[in-house]
């Protein structure tokens, strides 16, 4: 990557989001909706140009209302869009998400086909691509055709520029003819990524072991890798080099909504990746990109919605800060504590000397 621009280009899905007016509630009960920009790869691209990175995103909307929305989005927030695409006969994707009374999520997705689903690969910028220093997708692109062909291909030019290439099956199994063939077409391109994130559940999926064990993760590691994430909610993320690994404690924070929080990760992470590619290699450097990339996490999930809660590199820092500050604090009470014992117990032996 030495010499090449820092542009993170993202190719993939992006839709709109219906969410209920009331939290806790089915689909089903939900009294009203409100529409919400969303789509993982999308969201990181955001990600990275809210950071101040260079950004660009690569898929297909309807030729309507929201797609024309969502291309003003990227826009508004300095992604580029000159891959965008637009589908005169497909609407754009729709999906309804609520989060449940038991904390589990539910979707209903309106896609038969939607426009993202019809990429070809004559309708790629392939010259955008080119001068991407990181290409990152997703799985949802690989569920049908066109799309599928225009993924692969899109992977094919970006490997051959050398870009590094940047992977987060952002599972969504309701989208999927069956767990067979969602885990299948998810590993088929697996040994070409670079990067690649999966969540405490999808290394569960994927592996079919209820761990996050070493030795579990390490199924999913290949030679030709040079960083695999495993990210575990509010406890952080562990991370596996060729030559090191390690795990990097998460934020703690008052969680409001976790939608867009594994995106804001990402983007965070590949914001500072291409910034300074040489933290593949070394650990300390690395684990502070993943702290970074922690905390734009944790902020995210401070707020309602993923794109609106997207932070700047200015936010970021502040609460690394802040957090930090109250580390020495809490590491001072809990000296002065021991000191304070210590003194009692002084005190209680010579009394009874005395």
């Given amino acids: 990557m030495a010499g090449r621009s820092e542009l993170v280009v993202s190719f993939g899905e992006m839709l709109i989001d219906f969410v209920p007016t009331v939290a806790g509630v089915s689909l089903a009960e939900a009294p ?13 691209a955001i990600a990275v140009a809210r950071l101040g990175g260079g950004a ?6 309807g030729d309507d209302e929201f797609g024309r929305m969502l291309a003003a989005i990227l826009r508004d927030n300095g992604v580029d869009d000159g891959g965008v695409v637009f589908d005169a006969g497909a609407r754009t994707a729709l999906a309804f998400v609520t989060l449940r009374a038991d904390g589990e999520r539910e979707f ?4 038969n086909p939607s426009a993202d689903m019809l990429l070809t690969h004559a309708e790629l910028n392939v010259e955008l691509i080119k001068r991407a220093a990181v290409f990152h997708y997703g799985s949802i692109s690989l569920i049908a055709e066109p799309c599928r062909s225009a993924h692969l291909r899109a992977m094919e030019i970006a490997k051959e520029a050398g870009a590094l290439l940047s992977y987060d099956p952002n599972l969504r199994e309701a989208l999927w003819p069956s767990r067979e063939e969602a885990r299948t077409k998810i590993l088929s391109i697996w040994d070409q990524a670079d990067i690649v994130k999966v969540s405490e559940v999808e290394l569960e999926f994927l592996t079919g072991i209820d761990s996050v064990e070493d030795d579990v993760v390490m199924k999913l590691w290949r030679p030709t890798m040079k960083l695999l994430l495993v990210t575990l909610g509010d406890q952080g993320c562990k991370y596996y080099a060729r030559d090191f690994r390690g795990a990097v404690p998460s934020y703690k924070v008052q969680q409001v909504d976790t939608t867009g929080a594994g995106d804001a990760f990402v983007g965070a992470l590949l914001r500072r990746i291409v910034q300074d590619p040489s933290s593949l290699q070394d650990q300390k450097k690395l684990e502070e990109a993943i702290k970074f990339a922690n905390a734009c996490g ?4 401070t707020k309602k919605g993923a794109i609106p809660s997207l932070p700047t590199e200015v936010e970021v820092l502040k609460l690394m800060e802040m957090l930090e500050a109250w580390k020495y604090c809490d590491a001072v009470m809990l000296l002065v504590r021991d000191i304070q014992c210590s003194l009692i117990a002084i ?4 009394v009874a000397e005395i």
């Fill in 108 to 111: 209903m997705f309106y896609r």
């Fill in 32 to 44: 009203a909706f409100v529409k919400a920009p969303g789509g993982a790869p999308a969201n990181v």
């Fill in 56 to 61: 660009a995103f690569v898929g297909k909307l």
């Fill in 347 to 350: 005190s209680i032996v010579l």
């Fill in 298 to 301: 944790a902020i995210t999930a």
